[in-house]
């Protein structure tokens, strides 16, 4: 485990991440945890039901999928609830059935997906609903069945996923529809089969998880396709099997975790795979059972849920004390790492681009950065 303490770092060697529990035992006890919502919804008669996907926008806003209820809520920091959808979807004959994952812009916009409708919806800040996809797909014969995950970029554009067609889409602001990947995956005899995950780098590039071929891509916004990983996981014995989540960070790093072989993985754009975590969980006790989310903060800090050890884990990137500024790992301080320690920008406590450890992000930061651009020495 690395240590940092203010500008330099200790290391016992042989351990590159470090883990503890976000959930359970291991909490905190500053932690405050509040419940935002529960099955009485909005208090108004709007029910929520087997909640699902669960998405944040910059201002604390919370935003709920209700699957059963067939809705969605936004909870806003001060508590105040408000159904945003329900049942009759756009309420011009589009309507949404079993909610499943949602997702939200920075211009406030949010995004949600109809596992049972075969449809996605964008409801906007003031309200006005749309439906973006149907079960036409792109209209050109590559069809939409049981709509899963789904993503927007920083301009907009909407991804998704869906496991009964086996495919996934981009949907541009003005309703432009395109097949991403299809069945055939990278079309190199790496196929895809039930897309579940999906998530969008600043850069364009997106990325999928196969959930019953055991694998996942990367799509350039070219069209170029490449599995990044596949059963074999990290090639050293710890397989991947039946992967769910999937995250990107502003590195480039993915994250995908492994639901059936309980574990997940992080894959360098190098194509380096190292797995993160197992069904050990935190080594203390807490075991990991059916991972299922993930997420992953500029930081490089990864979150894990797991569904049936009915916990979660923060998993925290260790530095590289050989180089602390080369935050990829890449073993070159560069552009990535400068895009990483911009989008820390500000307050950060216990970021590995806070390299003066003032607890923020900020000028003498970059400074250091550049000052060590280059190969590692």
């Not at 800040?125 to 079960?135: L, Q």
């Not at 301009?155 to 003005?174: D, Q, S």
Request: glycine share 16%.
């Amino acid at each position: 485990m690395c240590t940092r303490t203010l500008s330099h770092c200790v290391c016992v060697v042989g351990l590159l991440w470090s883990m503890s529990t976000a959930l359970g035992s291991g909490r905190a006890a500053a932690q405050t945890i509040t419940e935002i919502i529960d099955f009485t919804g909005d208090g108004a008669g709007n029910f929520f039901s087997q909640p699902f996907g669960i998405a944040v926008d910059a201002a604390g806003n919370a935003y709920v999928a209700g699957r059963f209820s067939d809705n969605a809520f936004k909870i806003t920091p001060a508590g105040v609830i408000t159904e945003i959808i329900d049942a009759t979807g756009d309420g011009a004959g589009n309507g949404l059935d079993g909610p499943f994952i949602i997702a939200v812009h920075a211009a406030g916009n949010v995004y949600v997906t109809g596992q049972f409708s075969d449809n996605a919806f964008k409801i906007t800040h003031a309200g006005v609903i749309t439906e973006i996809i149907d079960s036409t797909g792109d209209g050109v014969g590559n069809g939409l069945n049981q709509p899963l995950g789904i993503a927007v970029d920083a301009t907009g554009n909407a991804y998704v996923t869906a496991g009964g067609t086996t495919n996934a889409f981009k949907i541009t602001p003005a309703g432009v529809i395109t097949e991403i990947i299809d069945i055939a995956g990278d079309g190199a005899g790496n196929g895809l089969s039930h897309p579940f995950g999906i998530a969008v780098h600043a850069s364009g590039n997106v990325y999928v998880t196969g959930f019953y071929s055991d694998n996942a891509f990367k799509i350039t916004p070219a069209g170029v396709i490449t599995e990044i990983i596949d059963s074999t996981g990290d090639g050293a014995g710890n397989s991947l099997d039946a992967p769910w989540g999937i995250a990107v960070d502003a590195a480039g790093n993915a994250y995908v975790a492994g639901s059936f072989s309980d574990n997940a993985f992080k894959i360098t754009p190098a194509g380096v795979i190292t797995e993160i975590i197992d069904s050990t969980g935190d080594g203390a006790g807490n075991i990991l059972n059916k991972p299922r989310g993930i997420a992953v903060r500029a930081a490089g800090n990864a979150y894990v849920t797991g569904q049936s050890s009915l916990n979660a884990f923060k998993i925290t990137r260790a530095p590289n004390c050989n180089c602390p500024h080369d935050l990829d790992g890449d073993g070159n301080v560069g552009v990535a790492d400068l895009l990483s320690l911009v989008m820390s920008w500000g307050p950060c406590k216990g970021c590995l681009a806070d390299f003066d450890g003032n607890g923020s992000v900020g000028v003498s930061d970059l400074l250091a950065l550049l000052a060590n651009w280059g190969p590692c020495l």
